[in-house]
């Protein structure tokens, strides 16, 4: 008898089972990450997140329920189970249901799902369901959104972990024909995040540190009849190039082949010449030396 009572539940709560993003909750189910109150509306859109929960002692009585009727088809942690039941963590039936008011029909009426055994009607009175239907609520509610880090205090990394005389010797080597160790001065101030100042600096950015570096990318055009256009560059493909004229107004020419000419002077193309061959080891170590310089 068990087993029929779990399979009729599994297919009953099989409806719009479809991934669906969960959001974290605290244990009164608000969404962590909108810190609302309870009911509203702080979570990340699915009722599941916004919902308040109800008392533990309906939860208590929901997992028992749930584990006697449900546990064979869903499996302890709701995830599915040994006969195939569905992930009702990620049920969109279960998501959207707020107090049972969704489940309670299909459960009660039954449901005939394509592709899957007629299942019938399963006579659970209407507060059992709730029970369960808020047990289920209740774990949907601890459940981390995809992506999520591990569980616990965030992890700090330390990226400092290069040798700084290597990586002056790879900037003296390497970065003087743009970039001055003077002007470079106070970028560890002006950057303290250590991640922050090597994505910066491998990614070509940083302003002051660099002649013309931090400036925006530029066109200089030149018309058939020898006439020179320039200005911020707003768009470059094969058959139209766009800049920006000193008075904000922007202007475009159509390109046919090499007409007119286009020469485009980008403050960043040494970094991404630089970037398939930098090591890790180049890296670590003029990230080491930039931390440096306070």
């Given amino acids: 008898m068990r087993l029929t009572i779990g399979i009729t539940c599994a297919a009953a709560l099989l409806v719009g089972s479809v991934a669906a993003p969960l959001g974290a909750q605290d244990g009164q189910g608000r969404g962590r990450g909108g810190g609302g109150a309870p009911g509203g509306g702080g979570g990340r859109g699915f009722p599941a997140q916004q919902r308040p929960l109800a008392d533990q002692a309906t939860r208590d009585r929901g997992k028992l329920l749930y584990e006697i009727n449900c546990r064979s088809c869903h499996g302890a942690d709701l995830r599915g189970g040994e006969t195939g039941g569905p992930n009702l963590l990620r049920s969109q039936l279960a998501l959207t249901d707020l107090h049972g008011e969704l489940i309670i029909p299909v459960v009660q009426q039954g449901r005939q799902t394509p592709g899957m055994p007629a299942m019938p009607a399963l006579s659970l009175p209407a507060p059992d369901i709730v029970a369960i239907a808020e047990y289920i609520h209740a774990v949907q ?17 330390n990226i400092v972990v290069g040798d700084a005389k290597a990586g002056e010797a ?14 470079l001065q106070g970028i560890a101030t002006r950057i303290p995040d250590p991640m922050q100042l090597q994505n910066t600096w491998v990614a070509g950015g940083g302003g002051r540190g660099g002649r013309g570096g931090g400036s925006p990318v530029t066109v200089a055009v030149t018309l058939p009849d020898g006439q020179p256009v320039e200005g911020p560059l707003v768009r470059y493909d094969d058959f139209i190039v766009i800049l920006t004229m000193p008075d904000g107004t922007q202007r475009s020419f159509a390109r046919n082949g090499d007409v007119p000419k286009v020469e485009i002077k980008d403050p960043r193309e040494g970094h991404r010449k630089l970037l398939p061959t930098y090591t890790d080891k180049d890296m670590h170590d003029v990230t080491a030396f930039l931390v440096t310089l306070k």
Avoid: E
């Fill in 141 to 157: 509610a601890t459940a981390r959104g995809q992506g999520s880090p591990p569980a616990g205090p965030p992890i700090q990394l």
């Fill in 170 to 183: 790879y900037f003296n080597k390497t970065c003087t024909t743009c970039h001055t160790l003077q002007r």
